[in-house]
């Protein structure tokens, strides 16, 4: 009897043992997914703001947890299925699906580039966030949840890609994991982001002179806040997108640019203390010039089809406003309040 027992408590212990093993491997494979997408979160958490940017003050946060629960259906209830059940019956297309999604990270990050330098800038009352209409809210978060879906299938199948070689059931795990913790991540910045301005009053009607001083600059300094992160997010598109049509073509049989990137990188990956550094900074600038000419040649086929058919015009302001746009929209918002129209 007592060996039964011990033999059962050892059964118990492997299966305990094995249990947490598990755990790390998921752990860490969630880790590793999220990282390779930073790329995308970086610009989802880049975009969100301008859609909450002009509401009403009490209606922000709110309006944030509709996305963020929309966000989330997104990617459990519909692309986590359809990626779980093409990686199990047809994996090869995977890869093909990764560098559309990289075409797509390069076309929008080479055009906020262009538009940047060549294009005009939409007026912050023409973007979404700020129509007060009937039915504005709604429609605005509708709207939001639609970006959402497209950045979201980006993240997951990047996500996947990095975790390919696990078993089904830990791959579902994962990326669970990675759902979970980059919509949170991400909108809880936005929250943090949109918010920033208020606390900022708040601090302002202070007594203590330090309070008003450190309200008043985060007020002025919301909209250079905004306009890094589009930056940030930006380059992250391209450097991201660049990586995966190199990634791709040398998978596919194109050797050439992967291997001159990594010739380019070589010299100063063997430098002493911030090799590795200089490497991977080496790799990622000519990962984000492949992506920003990749994404301008794309630009030169795309651009004309979409002012031809009836959805394309104003595509580029309701996806992805630019962070000329984002900060006037909060410099206007944090103006109202601080006059007294808002709340």
């Given at each position: 009897m007592s060996g039964g027992l011990v033999a059962l408590l050892d059964d118990v212990a492997a299966l305990a043992r094995i249990a947490a093993a598990s755990v790390d491997d998921i752990a860490a494979g969630a880790a590793k997914a999220g990282a390779k997408a930073a790329g995308v979160v970086i610009d989802d958490a880049a975009v969100t703001p301008q859609y909450v940017s002009g509401a009403d003050p009490s209606r922000?946060?709110?309006?944030?947890?509709?996305?963020?629960?929309?966000?989330?259906?997104?990617?459990?209830?519909?692309?986590?299925?359809?990626?779980?059940?093409?990686?199990?019956?047809?994996?090869?297309?995977?890869?093909?699906?990764?560098?559309?999604?990289?075409?797509?990270?390069?076309y929008e990050g080479a055009e906020k580039v262009w538009h940047k330098?060549?294009?005009?800038?939409?007026?912050?009352?023409?973007?979404?966030?700020?129509?007060?209409?009937?039915?504005?809210?709604?429609?605005?978060?509708?709207?939001?949840?639609?970006?959402?879906?497209?950045?979201?299938?980006?993240?997951?199948?990047?996500?996947?890609?990095?975790?390919?070689?696990?078993?089904?059931?830990?791959?579902?795990?994962?990326?669970?994991?990675?759902?979970?913790?980059?919509?949170?991540?991400?909108?809880?910045a936005v929250a943090l982001i949109v918010k920033m301005d208020d606390i900022g009053l708040h601090l302002s009607?202070?007594?203590?002179?330090?309070?008003?001083?450190?309200?008043?600059?985060?007020?002025?300094?919301?909209?250079?806040?905004?306009?890094?992160?589009?930056?940030?997010?930006?380059?992250?598109?391209?450097?991201?997108?660049?990586?995966?049509?190199?990634?791709?073509?040398?998978?596919?049989?194109?050797?050439?640019?992967?291997?001159?990137?990594?010739?380019?990188?070589?010299?100063?990956?063997?430098?002493?203390?911030?090799?590795?550094?200089?490497?991977?900074?080496?790799?990622t600038l000519c990962s984000a010039v492949v992506g920003l000419a990749w994404g301008l040649l794309v630009m030169v086929v795309v651009q004309p089809l979409l002012k031809a058919l009836p959805f394309g015009k104003g595509k580029n302001e309701d996806a992805h406003g630019e962070g000329d746009a984002h900060s006037a929209a909060a410099g206007h918002q944090a103006a109202e309040r601080d006059s007294g129209h808002t709340p």
């Open positions: 922000e946060l709110p309006m944030i947890k509709r996305i963020f629960w929309g966000s989330l259906r997104n990617k459990l209830l519909i692309i986590l299925p359809a990626l779980l059940l093409i990686s199990a019956f047809i994996p090869a297309v995977i890869p093909f699906i990764l560098m559309l999604g990289g075409t797509y990270l390069c330098f060549f294009g005009h800038h939409a007026a912050a009352e023409d973007q979404p966030a700020v129509d007060r209409g009937a039915g504005a809210e709604a429609k605005v978060v509708k709207g939001a949840i639609t970006t959402d879906f497209i950045l979201s299938c980006e993240i997951m199948v990047i996500s996947m890609t990095e975790v390919a070689d696990e078993s089904l059931w830990v791959r579902a795990l994962i990326l669970v994991v990675v759902a979970f913790a980059i919509t949170v991540l991400v909108y809880g009607a202070k007594d203590s002179a330090g309070s008003k001083r450190f309200g008043g600059l985060l007020v002025k300094g919301m909209p250079a806040v905004l306009a890094t992160i589009t930056l940030v997010g930006t380059v992250a598109m391209l450097w991201v997108g660049g990586h995966i049509m190199v990634q791709g073509a040398h998978d596919l049989g194109w050797h050439q640019p992967y291997d001159l990137i990594h010739t380019l990188e070589a010299p100063f990956a063997g430098i002493a203390v911030v090799g590795g550094f200089l490497g991977w900074l080496v790799n």
